[in-house]
């Protein structure tokens, strides 16, 4: 269990959780089967719009850190509307980070702490979680970052 509120949390933070997203193609924003959550595949976002760019071309470590941070808001803003109430999460389990960049970038692992370190900013040790970070060619709308999770619940 989460030993403390994730929305007082949050305010700490001085985080407000976006309005959710629709998907842009044939797909849910979220499935969940028993109590694990699988959110889909969010690209980043600033001032509204598409984050486009490639790391070690266009973007810099630190703008796809904030990148993957930015991401992570949203996904928390996914997952708050298909739960109604984000203190019911028990455990982040699983983090998939693919970073638009330069076959030479090797930083991705750097730029998806923005998502790991926010959830565990948010959720305690419940926020610490499995993870994978990929260096791909290209990402939908050229975002510089697309994240899913896995998450428990009860």
Same mark, same amino acid.
């Given at each position: 269990m989460i030993e403390h +509120?994730?929305?007082t949390r949050l305010k700490d933070l001085g985080i407000e959780l976006p309005t959710t997203g629709a998907p842009a193609a044939a797909y849910v924003m979220s499935a969940q089967s028993g109590n694990v959550v699988y959110l889909s595949g969010h690209i980043a976002k600033? +001032?509204?719009k598409v984050w486009a760019g490639k790391l070690g071309e266009t973007l810099t470590t630190e703008e796809g850190y904030a990148a993957a941070r930015s991401t992570a808001i949203d996904l928390l803003a996914t997952l708050q509307a298909h739960l109604g109430d984000l203190n019911r *999460?028990? !455990?982040i389990v699983k983090v998939l980070s693919l970073v638009n960049s330069t076959? !030479? @970038?090797t930083e991705q692992h750097l730029v998806t702490n923005g998502a790991s370190e926010l959830f565990a $900013? *948010? @959720?305690g040790d419940q926020g610490k979680h499995a993870r994978s970070a990929f260096g791909v060619a290209q990402i939908p709308l050229g975002a510089c970052v697309e994240i899913e999770v896995t998450v $428990?619940? !009860?």
């Open positions: +509120d994730v929305y600033k +001032d509204g *999460v028990t !455990r076959s !030479r @970038f $900013e *948010v @959720f $428990e619940v !009860r």
